[in-house]
């Protein structure tokens, strides 16, 4: 039986000073924990290639409001790092973007895996701590 959480458990997210970006946290992580579960059972040799791409694609669209909704909060109250929050929110949607392009082309169950497996959750954690708690805490005087 697959693990109930096969890439981050939510517990596993970091806790921040506003609701809400916790709220968008969990839901991201639902949705690459779905995914996860889909490439752990292509692993297997059942792979449905179109709810991979599905899942994929859902993920992103969230990351795309989520990212936009933290810079138009960041914007709107004058955080006074928000260049470089937005331009890792950049950086990380262009990696997203990319794996995207790659499973498209070629359908790298390894490939995506990797992505999903290793190389988001160790960047997600890593933002969350840093610039996501130092937003959220700055936010939190203005907005629950």
Do not use: C
């Not at 694609?57 to 409001?65: A, G, S, V």
């Amino acid at each position: 039986m697959p693990d109930r959480y096969p890439v981050f458990a939510p517990e596993d997210i970091p806790g921040i000073a506003l609701g809400s970006m916790n709220d968008t946290h969990h839901e991201e992580v639902t949705l690459v924990n779905a995914l996860g579960a889909l490439l752990q059972q292509a692993r297997d040799g059942n792979a449905d290639e179109a709810a991979i791409t599905a899942a994929l694609d859902e993920w992103i669209r969230h990351t795309e409001e989520h990212f936009a909704r933290e810079n138009r909060l960041m914007q709107e109250y004058g955080f006074p790092p928000y260049a470089v929050h937005a331009q890792e929110h950049t950086f990380a949607l262009e990696n997203l973007r990319k794996i995207q392009q790659q499973w498209t082309e070629n359908h790298d169950v390894d490939e995506l895996s990797g992505f999903v497996f290793n190389t988001w959750p160790q960047w997600f954690q890593m933002h969350v701590n840093s610039m996501d708690n130092v937003t959220a805490q700055f936010l939190s005087n203005f907005i629950d």
